[in-house]
């Protein structure tokens, strides 16, 4: 079985997507934005540009998100209004004519591609998807498994807690998609291991849900920022030994890949070791604009985790449908499942699949 453990179904991006307010959602869109791999264009002539005009460097919350009339166009654009130019963000494929993605267009291309199931993750930008990853899978329960959404930074309170419960009672949702960089929306209030957050740890655990966790170097953006989330984490995994963890998107290149290869600090290698962890590979999204398809520079930090942490901790993921701004959905599976050489049949099958069925106990 082939399992897609990173995809998205959304209602179209110019609506609320979930959020109370269309506002708010624009926000989180905008401030998702501000540190992008996508192309930046002015619209006037095609020049290159970037997205320091979104956003005030010294402010990483969303306070710090400036007034250019920032806005969802069409063929997978945001679009700014910077100095009197308008500007264009190729942030999702061009041939998206209008900022939507039904169950039915990801089924479709799971056909196409040969894949059996997706898991589909609820990014605020994206839409606080609870309601519609859950009527995916009542829908499509053999092909897509829905994951809940909840306000990152304000995850302990009560009005959250009351969320996750009926997600999970109610919605038969089975995991939490968790982005530390959408703590921003009220400021970065404190460290994910703080005190406010241990309710929320301890509802995770208790229930059995999945936390399909993005880290994030915010809201510093270096090394000591990353690390310090690292830190956080591990301080929640050892008080909560229960906890399964799914780490989404791959280690960050930049910081532990520089030569071509990981090499992790001794704290990060630790926490990867979890028992109850896995980590995604998920590399054209992030690299695609830079590298070209197969991507072998991928390949071989598939070939670094493999080594340092087991076959049996990695799972495939794409980010569909953004993904294919870079490539097609096929490719974002063909990279791994008709290259990686250095893996064995069986590892391919667990990378593929199999360890992401276990983990969440898909068609079991």
């Known amino acids: 079985m082939i399992i897609d453990c990173h995809a998205h179904v959304f209602t179209h991006w110019i609506g609320a997507c979930g959020h109370p307010t269309r506002d708010i959602h624009n926000r989180y869109l905008q401030r998702m934005i501000t540190r992008t791999a996508a192309s930046t264009f002015r619209t006037r002539d095609g020049a290159r540009a970037d997205t320091q005009a979104l956003y005030r460097a010294e402010d990483a919350g969303w306070s710090g998100l400036t007034d250019v009339d920032f806005r969802v166009g069409r063929f997978g654009q945001l679009e700014f209004t910077h100095q009197g130019e308008d500007h264009a963000i190729q942030y999702m494929p061009v041939g998206m004519q209008e900022m939507t993605a039904p169950p039915e267009l990801m089924l ?69 998609y968790f982005n530390v960089d959408s703590m921003s929306r009220h400021g970065f209030p404190w460290p994910l291991d703080a005190a406010p957050m241990a309710p929320f740890w301890d509802k995770l655990e208790r229930l059995g849900i999945v936390l399909c966790l993005e880290l994030s170097s915010g809201p510093t953006y270096d090394l000591a920022g990353y690390m310090g989330h690292i830190t956080a984490l591990k301080n929640i995994v050892a008080r909560h030994k229960d906890l399964r963890l799914h780490l989404a998107m791959s280690p960050p290149v930049a910081f532990f890949a520089k030569g071509g290869r990981y090499e992790f600090p001794a704290e ?14 998920t590399f054209p999204i992030t690299y695609g604009g830079l590298w070209d398809y197969p991507y072998p520079e991928a390949q071989a930090l598939i070939e670094s985790l493999r080594d340092q942490l087991g076959a049996d901790r990695l799972v495939w993921g794409s980010d569909m449908p953004n993904v294919e701004r870079f490539c097609t959905y096929r490719q974002s599976l063909d990279y791994v499942r008709k290259y990686c050489p250095f893996l064995t049949a069986r590892e391919k099958d667990l990378v593929l699949g199999d360890t992401c069925a276990a983990f969440y106990g898909i068609g079991g």
Do not use: I
């Open 268 to 281: 990060l290698a630790a926490l990867y070791r979890h028992e109850r962890l896995v980590l995604e590979v």
């Open 108 to 176: 479709a291309q799971m056909m196409y591609a040969g894949v059996d199931h997706c898991l589909l993750q609820a990014g605020g930008a994206y839409g606080a998807m609870t309601e519609m990853n859950a009527f995916a899978q009542q829908q499509y329960p053999q092909r897509m498994s829905g994951l809940m959404h909840v306000d990152e930074a304000m995850a302990g309170s009560e009005r959250e807690l009351v969320k996750v419960d009926h997600a999970f009672d109610v919605l038969k949702l089975r995991g939490l």
